[in-house]
């Protein structure tokens, strides 16, 4: 009965390719995030869906790029994959104003480009 | 530009007693900050929080204090335990921007 559910939780890769990783909440929350821990472990936000609606952009290639088909799902397709995307993907939930509360995280994806 | 830091990668700790982990900001229009705790393999869990008109919250055996003037805040956990063992991240957010920015966490590590 997990609450964010993330699949694959392993995912290697050769360079090039196009992979997606899927999310999936089961809370009712209304926005969505996608989280980025690299080898310094740099916990960095990538993206947020509220609603559907993108309202987090930050600087992240083009080759990524999410999508949100209804407010429990928020996938994350890359396109062309380098070795520097090489990490932790973590995708999280909260109400749509977090502030107190905090995220709920799913237990992420290791990505590994070769 | 690292808004959130942790200096300390590691603590080391006996079991039963005070672990304090800290934390320190420079962005003073945060008006949340939340401890979350890491167990291997895992997604980070959400611990305590506090809000910047507070100094101090406790929940159980964790409590956060707050020192504004200071831009510090620190997480003791009393008496420590041995499942207590992870890597703790402080965040802090802002209203409105519905993101938290993350410290680079401390392992902590107690021992029995």
């Known amino acids: 009965d997990t609450a964010v559910s993330q699949t694959p939780k392993y995912l290697v890769t050769q360079m090039g390719n196009d992979k997606s990783i899927k999310c999936e909440q089961n809370l009712g929350h209304d926005t969505m995030y996608w989280y980025k821990q690299d080898s310094k472990k740099f916990l960095k936000i990538m993206f947020s869906y509220n609603n559907k609606e993108l309202i987090i952009n930050e600087t992240v290639p083009n080759r990524f790029s999410p999508k949100s088909p209804d407010k429990a799902h928020l996938n994350l397709h890359i396109n062309s994959l380098e070795l520097g995307d090489s990490a932790v993907y973590f995708c999280?939930?909260?109400?749509?104003?977090?502030?107190?509360?905090?995220?709920?995280f799913g237990s992420g994806t290791r990505l590994t480009v070769v | 530009d690292q808004q959130v830091k942790q200096n300390s990668p590691s603590l080391s700790v006996q079991e039963g007693r005070i672990s304090i982990l800290n934390c320190d900001y420079t962005?003073?229009?945060?008006?949340?900050f939340l401890w979350y705790k890491k167990y291997p393999a895992e997604g980070p869990t959400f611990l305590i929080s506090i809000s910047s008109i507070k100094d101090k919250n406790e929940d159980g055996r964790f409590t956060v204090f707050l020192n504004k003037s200071a831009k510090h805040l620190s997480l003791h956990i009393v008496p420590s335990q041995p499942g207590d063992s992870a890597v703790y991240f402080c965040?802090?957010?802002?209203?409105?921007?519905?993101?938290?920015?993350f410290g680079t966490g401390t392992r902590l590590k107690v021992l029995a």
């Open positions: 962005n003073s229009m945060f008006d949340y």
């Open positions: 965040a802090a957010y802002t209203s409105g921007t519905y993101k938290y920015i």
């Open positions: 999280a939930s909260s109400p749509r104003t977090a502030g107190n509360y905090g995220y709920t």
